[in-house]
């Protein structure tokens, strides 16, 4: 160094010092840098977190859709299958009604009404009780049909009470969530401010200014030595 100056005598030595960062500074930063990254991690789990109930949200969903439509096509078939029962059973009543009107042609005398009221002959019983038992069993079946409908609008609400619970308990979990995100984010910032602040003061640059200074002074001794 002392050769290099007498050299050339513009060449200053502190210039050369000055470029080189300080180890003060580093360490002064060093512990903010680890809150940051710690705060960066945590931030970048909770909205893996977020993503992973917004996934299951959604497949709950399609779960209920699917459920759902299996439920209303049964409920459709079961419709029609109760529409073409009621369609028998009106065959059937008119199919009694003309077999009524056939024994009144044939018996003036006959009155559908009177052995409804009387006991019934023997002749009137081997009309009816085929047409009495098809009725009985269509209404039977209507019967079943309709508590099966009943039942399956009950399963259906059960599954959509059971989805609301669920989807009320994401939300709540979810907003949990975002409240301690942006508390961590809230955190983030003040720390910068912190940092931005501790690097602004006054005694700081003074102090690092005092430190160059030592190591100048220190480097120039030992060259000149």
């Not at 409920?75 to 009694?96: I, M, P, W």
Request: aromatic share 4%; hydrophobic share 30%.
């Amino acid at each position: 160094m002392a050769e290099q100056t007498i050299a050339d005598p513009t060449f200053s030595p502190a210039l050369v010092s000055v470029s080189s960062p300080s180890p003060p500074k580093k360490q002064n930063t060093s512990p903010v840098d680890s809150k940051l990254t710690e705060l960066n991690e945590s931030r970048a789990e909770l909205l893996n977190r977020i993503l992973n109930l917004k996934q299951d949200l959604q497949s709950w969903r399609g779960k209920l859709d699917t459920q759902v439509q299996v439920y209303r096509e049964e409920l459709s078939g079961l419709k029609k299958t109760l529409n073409l029962e009621v369609e028998q059973l009106r065959e059937c009543h008119n199919f009694y009604i003309e077999i009524m009107a056939e024994q009144t042609i044939a018996d003036p005398t006959f009155s559908p009404a009177l052995v409804s009221v009387s006991s019934p002959s023997p002749p009137k019983k081997q009309n009816t009780s085929p047409v009495d038992s098809k009725l009985t069993e269509l209404n039977e079946s209507r019967a079943e049909l309709l508590n099966r409908i009943l039942n399956l609008k009950q399963d259906l609400q059960s599954w959509r009470g059971k989805l609301d619970t669920q989807v009320q308990v994401y939300r709540e979990e979810l907003s949990g969530l975002k409240k301690t995100l942006n508390l961590e984010v809230e955190q983030l910032r003040e720390q910068q401010d912190d940092v931005s602040a501790s690097l602004k003061t006054p005694g700081l640059q003074d102090d690092s200014k005092d430190s160059k200074e030592q190591m100048v002074t220190g480097e120039s001794g030992s060259s000149i030595d």
